[in-house]
């Protein structure tokens, strides 16, 4: 058949994860955290679904934990929003961005990516045929050159796709870019979806600004979250999408025939959990201890890095070591040493090959000090 996703293969995560269980490697590839969540939240889950929880859930979400989350995004930024029309609970980021995709790109609108990418974002806009405009990030940090953004705008731009912290990079925005993205749109019909899934994982006492603290970009930007990644269930894939009346009202006609809505006792039991604000405030704390104890470890390791400012990766670069493209290199190392991760060319447009390894550090100590062993004997 004439495919529509004629360039798309299994994903890199599925792929390295697969590889990893056959070679029986440590697993820092794919993102997800190799402990369990909370007790107490499993046995809030428990309890709803033994209270006969388990049918439908309103389609926009549950109203106590849209509310939650809007108390949450009050806490954390200081910013009020509806909890009727302005958020709305999700099977997942996944499905947060590819709704709001889905939304506004229309057929022929130019929708601008920084590159690398995470890799759902192309997939979304081709499959809504919008035209991808990357725009490259700074290396070594991937940081924004906005110059070019505003080259790469024009007068069919429709969207301009954002992710902070990054991944693969865990670069975290600054106010300034937040001020110049909106000095650049402001006087335009451009909308902002922003993926955030590693809001509450920043490092070194910086802070994630989320682009609904901003007045200008938080009246066009759909905001996508996670609890899988707040609370270590990725499997449970459930999120929330955080955006102004209007564009709230477009996301859910989308949402609506989608995934129409998520698991009923997982909606009722992070209702419960995020009473307690501590249970997410923690959480830099938390990975500030597992990146500070990889970095150090990898200080024996051949590799050069910087250590992330944000998300649960490392990257390293090892270009000084050898000519391996990363992806012979990153099987090559889940073969022999038994230390599996993802090369970052899979994240790039035109898959170019940096010399790069993107590390997950979320795992257990024990697990990070296994891995990081196994890495000082690179040569
Ligand atoms: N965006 C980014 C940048 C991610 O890293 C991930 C997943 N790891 C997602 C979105 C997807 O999140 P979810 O599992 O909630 O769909
Ligand atoms: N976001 C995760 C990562 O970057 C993977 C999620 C997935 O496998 N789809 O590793």
Not at 221 to 227: L, N
Request: hydrophobic share 40%; proline share 6%; net charge negative.
């Amino acid at each position: 058949i004439l495919s529509k996703l004629p360039n798309v293969g299994t994903t890199i995560f599925t792929v390295m994860s697969k590889l990893a269980s056959d070679c029986g490697a440590i697993n820092l590839s794919q993102g997800f955290p190799g402990f369990e969540c909370d007790p107490e939240l499993l046995d809030l889950v428990n309890k709803y679904m033994k209270a006969g929880f388990n049918q439908y859930a309103p389609m926009s979400g549950i109203p106590v934990l849209r509310e939650r989350i809007a108390d949450k995004t009050k806490l954390v930024y200081d910013v009020d929003l509806n909890s009727e029309n302005e958020v709305t609970v999700v099977s997942g980021a996944t499905e947060a961005l590819y709704a709001a995709v889905t939304a506004v790109v229309r057929r022929g609108d130019e929708v601008i990516l920084f590159d690398p990418a995470y890799d759902s974002y192309a997939p979304a806009i081709a499959l809504n045929g919008g035209i991808p405009v990357y725009v490259p990030l700074e290396m070594p940090d991937f940081s924004v050159d906005w110059e070019k953004v505003k080259s790469a705008i024009s007068d069919t731009t429709r969207l301009i796709m954002v992710n902070t912290p990054h991944n693969p990079s865990g670069y975290v925005w600054t106010q300034e870019d937040l001020d110049t993205l909106a000095d650049l749109i402001q006087d335009t019909d451009i909308l902002v979806v922003s993926d955030e899934v590693y809001e509450h994982i920043t490092f070194d006492g910086r802070k994630h600004l989320s682009l609904v603290t901003h007045p200008t970009l938080r009246d066009r930007t759909f905001v996508c979250g996670s609890f899988g990644k707040t609370f270590h269930v990725t499997g449970w894939k459930i999120g929330y999408c955080l955006a102004p009346p209007q564009l709230t009202a477009e996301f859910r006609k989308v949402h609506q025939f989608l995934t129409f809505s998520t698991a009923t006792p997982l909606q009722y039991a992070l209702a419960d959990y995020l009473a307690e604000p501590s249970r997410y405030l923690t959480l830099p704390d938390y990975y500030q201890q597992k990146r500070d104890l990889f970095c150090e470890g990898l200080k024996e390791s051949p590799f050069k890095f910087t250590p992330a400012q944000g998300s649960f990766f490392q990257m390293v670069s090892y270009a000084h070591l050898s000519k391996e493209s990363d992806y012979d290199l990153s099987v090559r190392l889940t073969k022999e040493i038994g230390v599996a991760s993802i090369p970052i060319s899979v994240f790039f447009s035109n898959k170019k090959d940096h010399k790069i390894l993107r590390f997950c550090f979320a795992k257990k100590d024990s697990e990070l000090y296994v891995a990081l062993d196994k890495l000082k004997e690179i040569k």
